[in-house]
């Protein structure tokens, strides 16, 4: 029931976009269910428990006796777990009711071509999905990102995990130690509320599966699938994660749902997509900031699962720190402290009277708390607007009129045979 | 151009300075509101531009920077027209406001509505004529000043730019919109002139226009003709 949450946006998002995002929607969806599907923990056919993988080294090992597991693992990536047998029926699903009563869809087809080009490709369903003996799959685990995984970090050959990452989310302002709303708490983002296992870029592994462009690896490597796994992460993790239209609309899922931000007592964001930076992304400009690039700049060593409140000390949108965050990567290379407080890069619905740490132009934090009265602020910038409103519709009535009427003297001009 | 022979005789109007001026003022101008009000474009609209929205983007911020430096050089060129130069000090001399304009806003008004007889009549630059030039040195002086200081952002405080933009937003668009309801009307759709006044191109004007539009200047022409013949400074210079 719990998943339901989690997929609906999909589905809202695809009615949204156009026939390419509509596809992308379909990629998505089939590789989140697939992460969602329940699976067989033991089929005929598999050719190795999961602690027998374990215990021997991992695909990226570089020990001498890798090549055979290599093939014994190639193997169970073609679909020997068994979930296909079903899941690959692509009527397969059902209506149901979720934890607030609405009626969702739930597609519990698996493309598997398109879940073995993710970027959890090379996992089995069962990795993930814990405890799915019986059918239906009554006995289902929710996944747990968190776990420990049987393939190991090349790195230190230690078995793979993103617990680190989950604990760092649950400190930050998503978890539940971090956030400050204590109630509501189904509201956190869950690690796939942002990470939807997408196929890794198809046209670049495309390439990739040509001989020529692999044949220097194969020089040293012999095992083809590695090869083309290995180039695709590379690749993935040198290129540009999201585009920032797709960053903005990430975020605004939540962030610009008024309800949502009201039971959290946050600001809701509606002013951004108005602002120089949101019209620069919706050109495709990716040189602008998105919501990243300020609330968690990697530049600055900061990470999205590590956000925090911009109350806190160590937020790169404190005011002690934004004059930093906004001279980052030359992005304001100038910036002074007046530039960066003072006034939000992005206007709210909610307007408050904030109380601010104003730092010095060393960027170092000092004490002196500055009153920004943000309502004053929105007050004097809406009579602006009301001033202009005003004076253009009297210009152009005013004008307007009068041209009208001299059209209407001349004609009648004419008609006397005046002129 | 109706009832306006070939041979007409025809008055000065505008000088080559002053027409050089207004062709910069009018394309950089063109090229400022083009280029300002894609940033006010919806989204769906931007994003049919696809992959090359970019590089249009990264134009349009070039192009808006390089038509606002030639508008400024051109605005202040003009203040020193006005100050320094014979033609210029002529210019504004008759430019400046005076009790007579108002007189004569009602009078038109009046006559438009069938209230009075005649037309009052207007000198070298009519009441709307000077609104609409006195309201470019308002709009000049808000769109560069603000302008300015978005270009220089790093240094001024975030509230500052804001009443800047909002500023900037609300003077561009009324600027945009009198230009239209006013002066593309006064020198294009007004049935004396349609399809446009050539006083842009050449800096003449036929003399039926200047009975029509400028009744009481032509007089003052006519008399100083009148008066001493030969070299009249700013008079015709005879038949086209």
Known sequence: MQQSREYKPAIGQRRREGVWRYLLGIAIATAMSTMMSPAFASSPGFAATPDDLAASPGLLNQEEDAAPVVKAQAEVAKGQDGCFLCHKYSGLGRYEKDAKNR??????????????ASYHGRLNCSDCHEGVDKIPHTDAKKVDCGKTCHLTDPSTGKRFSHKDI?????????????????????????????????????????????????????QCHEESAWI?????????????????????????????NPDMMARHKLDVVVGFLDTFHGKAIQFGDEEVANCLNCHAPYALGFSPHRITSRKKD??????????????????????????????????????????VKEGDSGGTATTKLVQVDEALQAKILHWIRLFYQILIAAVVLGLGGHRLLDLYAMYRDTKRGGH | MSGHGNNERVFARLTKSERIQHVILFTST??????????????????????????????????HRIAAVAVSVVCFYHLFYVLFKTTGKSWIRDMLPRLKDGVDAYQ???????????????????????????????????????????????????????????????????????????????????????????????????????????????ERLIAEEVSKPANTPEGGHGNA
């Open chain 2, 108 to 218: 038109n008004v009046m006559y438009m509505m069938g209230l009075r007889k005649e037309r009052p009549k207007l000198d070298r630059f009519t009441y709307l004529e000077k609104l609409e030039y006195f309201s470019v040195y308002f709009g000049m002086f808000i769109v560069i000043s603000t302008g300015t200081m978005m270009w220089t952002q790093s240094y001024w405080p975030k509230f500052y730019l804001d009443v800047a933009d909002a500023l900037h937003v609300g003077e561009a668009t009324l600027a945009a919109l009198a230009i239209i309801v006013g002066h593309i009307f006064a020198v294009h759709y007004n049935p004396h002139v349609y399809p446009m006044n050539r006083a842009f191109i050449d800096g003449n004007i036929s003399e039926t226009l200047m009975k029509e539009e400028h009744s009481l200047w032509y």
């Open chain 1, 314 to 355: 160590n937020s790169p949108v404190n005011a002690a720190n934004k004059r930093e965050t906004c001279a980052q990567a030359n992005c304001h290379a100038a910036a002074t402290q007046e530039f960066a407080t003072g006034s939000k890069a992005h206007p709210s619905l909610v307007k408050s009277t904030l109380l």
């Open chain 1, 166 to 218: 989950v604990k760092d989310l649950e400190k930050s302002a998503h978890g539940a130690k971090g956030s400050a709303s204590g109630e509501e708490q189904s509201d956190l983002p869950a690690c796939r509320d942002c990470h939807t296992n997408k196929p890794y870029l198809l046209g670049v592994q495309q390439q990739m599966k040509s001989k020529a462009f692999t044949e220097i690896c194969h």
């Open chain 2, 30 to 63: 063109t090229l400022l509101i083009i280029t300002g009000f894609m940033l006010m474009g919806e989204d769906w609209v931007v994003r049919m531009l696809g992959p090359t929205g970019k590089s249009i983007f990264y134009w349009r911020g070039i192009v």
């Open chain 1, 228 to 256: 083309q796994r290995f180039l695709s992460h590379i690749n993935y993790r040198l290129s540009m994660r999201r585009p920032s239209s797709e960053v903005v609309r990430l975020c605004s899922k939540c962030h610009a």
């Open chain 1, 103 to 116: 009626i969702v869809k739930r597609i519990f087809y698996v493309n598997e071509d398109m879940h073995r």
